[in-house]
């Protein structure tokens, strides 16, 4: 009897041992693991962000010899106005500023396809708008320093930027200035 006890006390013992040895490692391994996921993740992402912009441009690029057609409108919206009637509204950007957004509505164009815009004929965003969208763009990196862009909203007939013919061309402006 004594003997059946104290076999199963090592028994139990080693178990809990092994257990524990066990679950001790497997946490520093998935720790590791969360730190290489973490790493990769960021780079992977860091990589992307660096790369962006040129495979925006080159997937997405802007027609050459386009120019406005069609029935779809645009208008940019700042905090000191909007580009109605060919105005250009101002947007003053502080800095310190990452990224920051202006409104857009799109109107006339065709709900069954793509839009693309683009600022200063480069590749932002692609949407599908129809008779009326109010949405938003990110501006950051070379659109926030002080100047003035032109943001174009442009349809393909077959949604293929890179073979379609222009059906809907439109354009507005909008102006950066520095922030005090």
């Given at each position: 009897m004594k003997k059946t006890i104290m076999m199963l006390s090592v028994l139990f013992?080693?178990?809990?041992?092994?257990?524990?040895?066990?679950?001790?490692?497997?946490?520093?391994?998935?720790?590791?693991?969360?730190?290489?996921?973490?790493?990769?993740?960021?780079?992977?992402?860091?990589?992307?962000?660096?790369?962006?912009?040129?495979?925006?441009?080159?997937?997405?690029?802007?027609?050459?010899?386009?120019?406005p057609t069609g029935k779809g409108k645009i208008v940019i919206s700042t905090p000191s106005g909007t580009s109605e009637n060919g105005n250009v509204p101002v947007?003053?950007?502080?800095?310190?500023?990452?990224?920051?957004?202006?409104?857009?509505?799109?109107?006339?164009?065709?709900?069954?396809?793509?839009?693309?815009?683009?600022?200063?004929?480069?590749?932002?965003?692609?949407?599908?708008?129809?008779?009326?969208?109010?949405?938003?763009l990110n501006l950051e990196g070379e659109f926030l320093k002080p100047g003035t862009y032109t943001v174009t909203a442009i349809q393909f007939d077959n949604d293929d930027p890179k073979s379609g013919k222009v059906i809907n061309y439109t354009e507005a402006k909008y102006e950066v200035k520095k922030g005090a």
């Amino acid at each position: 009897m004594k003997k059946t006890i104290m076999m199963l006390s090592v028994l139990f013992l080693s178990i809990g041992l092994l257990a524990a040895c066990g679950s001790s490692d497997s946490k520093k391994d998935n720790s590791n693991n969360a730190n290489k996921t973490t790493t990769t993740e960021k780079a992977d992402k860091n990589e992307s962000s660096k790369s962006d912009t040129s495979q925006a441009e080159s997937k997405y690029p802007f027609p050459e010899n386009a120019s406005p057609t069609g029935k779809g409108k645009i208008v940019i919206s700042t905090p000191s106005g909007t580009s109605e009637n060919g105005n250009v509204p101002v947007l003053i950007v502080e800095p310190d500023t990452a990224m920051t957004q202006i409104g857009i509505d799109l109107s006339n164009f065709d709900g069954s396809k793509q839009t693309y815009i683009y600022i200063n004929k480069i590749f932002n965003t692609a949407e599908q708008v129809g008779e009326m969208t109010q949405t938003s763009l990110n501006l950051e990196g070379e659109f926030l320093k002080p100047g003035t862009y032109t943001v174009t909203a442009i349809q393909f007939d077959n949604d293929d930027p890179k073979s379609g013919k222009v059906i809907n061309y439109t354009e507005a402006k909008y102006e950066v200035k520095k922030g005090a």
